[in-house]
């Protein structure tokens, strides 16, 4: 069997690093999170 090699990251297509990705995606829940808790106290 031969020894596997170790494949490089690929960058992301977009925001140029995975870290920036990761915190975008965090942001981003983040904020659907706050939007969810204002519309239920607006309508509650």
Not at 6 to 16: Q, S, T, W, Y
Not at 35 to 44: D, K, L
Request: proline share 14%.
């Amino acid at each position: 069997m031969p020894p596997l090699r170790d494949a490089p990251d690929e960058p992301p297509p977009f925001l140029g690093t995975w870290r920036r990705i990761y915190q975008a995606a965090l942001i981003y829940l983040a904020i659907l999170i706050l939007g969810f808790y204002v519309f239920t106290r607006i309508y509650q």
